[in-house]
């Protein structure tokens, strides 16, 4: 593979890992025949995953490192950018790890600084760690979790019988895979009982349930800047989706230039900055107000209110909303890029016409409408509207001067299927 500059590895590798959210479906609720207008995407699944971590972190008192946790489970899946999503009515538990795990070995020698990955990968892979242990269960059990939502919400074929379908699911796992007391608990309990959204209340495991199944909305609350603009798209993104793709940045871009900062409080700081949309839903950035910004996060603090442990998330929110540390800082503006990549992609595949913007408010926005009145293209736009706004220092600037000027592309997926053939 030829050398690339700093800007064209990160941005590569954002596309890469891109395809988590829109090309990588979740095989098995496809397989199973599920009738849904929006199914989670992988990424919709790393973040839901992140979710139940920090309830069962909270309600519980694991001794974990939980920010090593919600990095862990942010490449927990980065092997299927390249094998895709298989399950285990595809392929045997035990092929898919070797063949998976090949695939992020030979993947991470290409990325700079890529044995973070690698080792944070086969810790979890390995589960000899209290950390990869507690993410391995946290993955299991919330495709558990999942699935009991959308067999209570109607989701499948009408063929399956609800109980049936939840004991068979849900004991398939629990015969397979050694869960601690505390997440047999959940699971026996949602075997037998519907998910429901309640207050915080005398009852971990409640509490548990109670907070996945709300910011289980991460995965369906659209991301608004797609639909005003009228991406085509098959289904619009989620504000789970985006939240992963900022993760992703956000790693890569430490990995490739070296950055002296706490990646694991950065992860984890972005991970929970959307939580006030479950609420109030996503307000485009153009249109959001300060006003808008302190409703937001009152709405994230009662989500946060459910967890006996709360605060935890609550403050990494505060401390992204403050930008008041460097880790702040640089989540923030990779919260700003990741954007102006993904613009750039639309371009390429056409999913964006300017022509057919009728009722867009976003055209009355003066930085909006003085560059689209050079006929600039939507990408060149946006991205000149992020450098104009938002002033990005280094490396930021000049990633995005690199998209600016030219195509992105990934050359991994090419590269590994070829030396697997």
Same mark, same amino acid.
Request: net charge negative; charged share 30%.
């Given at each position: 593979?030829?050398?690339?500059?700093?800007?064209?590895?990160?941005? +590569?590798?954002?596309?890469?890992?891109?395809?988590?959210?829109?090309?990588? /479906?979740?095989?098995?609720?496809?397989? *199973?025949?599920? /009738?849904?207008?929006? =199914?989670?995407?992988?990424?919709?699944?790393?973040?839901?995953?992140?979710?139940?971590?920090?309830?069962?972190?909270?309600?519980?008192?694991?001794?974990?490192?939980?920010?090593?946790?919600?990095?862990?489970?942010?490449?927990?899946?980065?092997?299927?950018?390249?094998?895709?999503?298989?399950?285990?009515?595809?392929?045997?538990?035990?092929?898919?790890?070797?063949?998976?795990?090949?695939?992020?070995?030979?993947? &991470?020698?290409?990325?700079?600084?890529?044995?973070?990955?690698?080792?944070?990968?086969?810790?979890?892979?390995?589960?000899?760690?209290?950390?990869?242990?507690?993410?391995?269960?946290?993955? /299991?059990?919330?495709?558990?979790?999942?699935?009991?939502?959308?067999?209570?919400?109607?989701?499948?074929?009408?063929?399956?019988?609800?109980?049936?379908? &939840?004991? +068979?699911?849900?004991?398939?796992?629990?015969?397979?895979?050694?869960?601690?007391?505390?997440?047999?608990?959940?699971?026996? &309990?949602?075997?037998?009982?519907?998910?429901?959204? *309640?207050?915080? =209340?005398?009852?971990?495991?409640?509490? =548990?349930?109670?907070?996945?199944?709300?910011?289980?909305?991460?995965?369906?609350?659209?991301?608004?800047?797609?639909?005003?603009?009228?991406?085509?798209?098959?289904?619009?993104?989620?504000?789970?989706?985006?939240?992963?793709?900022?993760?992703?940045?956000?790693?890569?871009?430490?990995?490739?230039?070296?950055?002296?900062?706490?990646? $694991?409080?950065?992860?984890?700081?972005?991970?929970?900055?959307?939580?006030?949309?479950?609420?109030?839903?996503?307000?485009?950035?153009?249109? $959001?107000?300060?006003?808008?910004?302190?409703?937001?996060?009152?709405?994230?603090? +009662?989500?946060?209110?459910?967890?006996?442990?709360?605060?935890?998330?609550?403050?990494?929110?505060?401390?992204?909303?403050?930008?008041?540390?460097?880790?702040?800082?640089?989540?923030?503006?990779?919260?700003?890029?990741?954007?102006?990549?993904?613009?750039?992609?639309?371009?390429?595949?056409?999913?964006?016409?300017?022509?057919?913007?009728?009722?867009?408010?976003?055209?009355?926005?003066?930085?909006?409408?003085?560059?689209?009145?050079?006929?600039?293209?939507?990408? &060149?736009?946006?991205?000149?509207?992020?450098?104009?706004?938002?002033?990005?220092?280094?490396?930021?600037?000049?990633?995005?001067?690199?998209?600016?000027?030219?195509? =992105?592309?990934?050359?991994?997926?090419?590269?590994? /299927? $070829?030396?697997?053939?």
């Amino acid at each position: 593979m030829e050398t690339m500059t700093k800007e064209q590895t990160v941005v +590569s590798l954002f596309y890469l890992t891109n395809k988590l959210k829109d090309e990588v /479906k979740r095989t098995g609720w496809h397989q *199973k025949g599920i /009738k849904r207008n929006r =199914v989670e995407s992988v990424a919709d699944h790393i973040i839901g995953c992140q979710m139940l971590a920090y309830a069962m972190y909270s309600e519980f008192d694991y001794d974990v490192d939980i920010d090593k946790v919600i990095l862990m489970l942010a490449i927990h899946e980065i092997g299927e950018t390249i094998i895709g999503d298989l399950t285990p009515e595809d392929i045997s538990s035990k092929e898919k790890s070797e063949i998976e795990r090949n695939a992020v070995i030979k993947l &991470t020698e290409m990325i700079p600084n890529g044995e973070l990955i690698r080792d944070l990968f086969l810790e979890f892979e390995e589960k000899k760690t209290k950390e990869a242990e507690f993410a391995y269960q946290i993955d /299991k059990a919330e495709c558990d979790l999942q699935a009991k939502l959308y067999i209570q919400e109607g989701c499948f074929d009408h063929l399956y019988d609800r109980k049936e379908f &939840t004991d +068979s699911w849900i004991g398939f796992d629990i015969g397979r895979i050694n869960f601690d007391e505390n997440f047999m608990s959940v699971l026996n &309990t949602i075997m037998n009982n519907d998910m429901e959204v *309640k207050e915080h =209340v005398d009852n971990p495991i409640q509490n =548990v349930i109670s907070f996945y199944t709300l910011t289980n909305r991460l995965k369906d609350i659209k991301r608004e800047g797609e639909r005003i603009w009228k991406v085509k798209k098959e289904k619009y993104g989620s504000i789970a989706e985006h939240t992963y793709s900022v993760q992703m940045l956000e790693l890569f871009v430490y990995l490739t230039y070296n950055q002296d900062v706490d990646i $694991k409080r950065i992860i984890s700081e972005t991970s929970v900055h959307g939580l006030g949309e479950i609420i109030n839903g996503d307000i485009s950035s153009l249109l $959001k107000t300060k006003e808008d910004c302190n409703d937001e996060f009152v709405a994230a603090k +009662s989500v946060t209110d459910i967890l006996t442990n709360g605060d935890i998330l609550l403050d990494r929110l505060r401390e992204f909303n403050e930008r008041n540390t460097i880790e702040s800082i640089y989540a923030k503006y990779c919260d700003k890029l990741a954007p102006d990549i993904i613009s750039k992609i639309y371009d390429a595949e056409n999913r964006i016409d300017l022509n057919n913007q009728e009722g867009n408010p976003l055209l009355e926005n003066p930085i909006v409408k003085r560059y689209l009145e050079m006929k600039e293209s939507f990408s &060149t736009m946006w991205i000149l509207y992020g450098q104009e706004v938002y002033k990005y220092p280094e490396p930021f600037s000049s990633i995005s001067n690199y998209v600016l000027k030219n195509d =992105v592309s990934e050359p991994y997926t090419k590269v590994l /299927k $070829k030396e697997a053939m």
